[in-house]
């Protein structure tokens, strides 16, 4: 059974940091692209940050510079740097990835970024 589970938001000032941090379990994982995603109140959920199995890596134009994406394939780990948070970083982050045909999501972390 395919699990992912974040870890690591909470509550920060504008430009401060976090690392968000996604354990998977039930898949492949080396050769499983992987993505994050998050979803503002009242928004859409949107891709912020995808890394393939040989760690490429693709960024929302909201979060390049400021926001790294990276795995660790040994620990099943997908994780998401983020540097000079603004308060439009505001949501939950979800990490996603798909197996076997089927979409899979974890809970989500909340994220708040205090102006």
């Known amino acids: 059974q395919v699990h992912l589970v974040e870890s690591g938001g909470g509550l920060v000032q504008a430009g401060g940091s976090l690392r968000l941090s996604c354990a998977a379990s039930?898949?492949?994982?080396?050769?499983?692209?992987m993505d994050w995603y998050r979803q503002a109140p009242g928004k859409q959920r949107e891709l912020v940050a995808s890394i393939t199995g040989g760690g490429s890596t693709n960024y929302a134009d909201s979060v390049k510079g400021r926001f790294v994406i990276s795995r660790d394939n040994a620990e099943k780990m997908v994780y998401l740097q983020m540097h000079s948070l603004k308060p439009d970083d505001t949501g939950v982050y979800y990490c996603?990835?798909?197996?076997?045909?089927?979409?899979?999501w974890g809970r989500g972390t909340q994220v708040t970024v205090s102006s």
């Open positions: 039930g898949i492949s994982f080396s050769i499983r692209p």
């Open positions: 996603y990835t798909q197996f076997r045909g089927l979409d899979y």
